[in-house]
């Protein structure tokens, strides 16, 4: 017997399984390492509210989602008759039809439109992800079909949570782990990372009252304060859509 | 009653109390903000091994520790008769006395001596935060004398996690929030931030079996690999020592 080898069994979860997928998990947009992930599909997270407003958008029929980082383009769209939704830190600006929530995302403003769209954290998040393979946007919106459709596409996986000013949040974060979560458990995949296992740790931890567990989140705070936080519970609702808001050729479109 | 009142109750762990001194947790050195923190204690955490092996060293009578960064600089110490713990990535470099192994600082070696130190991460962290008003070392092996200290010098707290590579890591944030969840308790401290609060809801998930939660650290796997992790237990059994290493004019030294 090998030295070691009663312990094999034990430690199995940490020895990195060559047949499997590689599962990654970053805590924040300065945690990015832009190299390495040509292959890699990432997902990125940013559950309060522009992800799950994204998810909101196609499900309710939007054919195209463009994001875009700076104001006087937002505009610029704006006046060539485009559908603008745009937010700095929760205020809708002026000249845009609407803001950061799911709840303006409803079927008789989107479907059939292309929206463009500029948040404080979102798009730019979007472009320091240009060099993977492929950029998804995730939520708990479309948790499960997310889970089906990236096991389906064969390839290593980040998820990247946006976090707020590049700091740590708790609910991208437990996002994150339900994901993460349910890849492991399709067999698929397999990780070493420490924020994936902690993620999922944190997941596990608050799924029995996800709202509740998300109440300690300081962005729960600021929407609470800014009287943006009538659509949390909805942000939080697991599978409200099957589509996969999916990066090709500049814009967000849906994937099924 | 004015509105949100019947909430106030639930929600007011999130409002923070001024009176109180802030609390706050970066896993990464990537995540550390420079500025901002001229009336902070910085306490950095490096369990696996730097904060373990210094705190070490100043149990056992160490008189002062040189933090360098550089390796030649290292060996200049060393051609000068200095004592010089010195490794990278785990290996102990060939002109050092010893590497980064709480067990090589014993008594014996260590005791009435100044140690010049040099490691993979330790180093260059402890010169991040030169701007904050003191920079002190934790660990487990002074957890409860180090809590004290705090409280006694009415600063607000930032815990920076040493993490590997500017990445999360799991052994220094369950050790992060094991210091804060002792500092809430005390009632000194208030915290808004979701790093800590993640990090202590991770150290009561690990704390009923640290070593057991430990086993999941890549960093455990690594160390298990070079066969360097005789020492894990060690690191972390807590109130090995009530030796609290403090930064002062450019070298380590005692408080207590």
Known sequence: MP???????????????????????????????????????????????????????????????????????????????????????????????????????????????????????????????????????????????????????DRDVLLLCAGWKNRFNIEDTVCAGAIADMLLRSNCYTTICDSTLAAIDLWLLASPDLPGYIEKAAQRSRLRNKNLDDCIEFCLTPDFTDKIPVMKNGALVADI
């Not at 399984?17 to 970053?26: G, P």
């Not at 404080?120 to 492929?134: K, Q, Y």
Request: proline fraction near 3%; aromatic fraction near 8%.
């Open 3 to 153: 030295p070691g080898h009663q312990d094999s069994k034990k430690h199995q979860g940490r020895i990195p399984d060559m047949s499997k997928r590689k599962l990654e998990t970053c805590f924040s947009p300065a945690l990015f390492e832009a190299e390495g992930h040509a292959n890699s599909i990432v997902v990125i997270i940013d559950i309060l509210r522009a992800s799950s407003a994204i998810c909101t958008a196609f499900a309710n029929g939007a054919v195209s989602i463009i994001p875009v980082s700076e104001i006087a383009e937002a505009k610029e769209y704006k006046s060539k008759g485009y559908l603008v939704a745009a937010e700095r830190d929760g205020s809708v600006l002026d000249f845009a039809d609407f803001g950061n929530s799911p709840f303006n995302f409803t079927k008789d403003k989107v479907c059939g439109k292309t929206i463009v769209y500029s948040t404080t954290n979102g798009t730019g998040l979007i472009n320091l992800t240009l060099s993977a393979f492929m950029t998804v946007i995730g939520s708990f919106l479309n948790i499960a079909a997310l889970e089906r459709w990236l096991v389906k596409q």
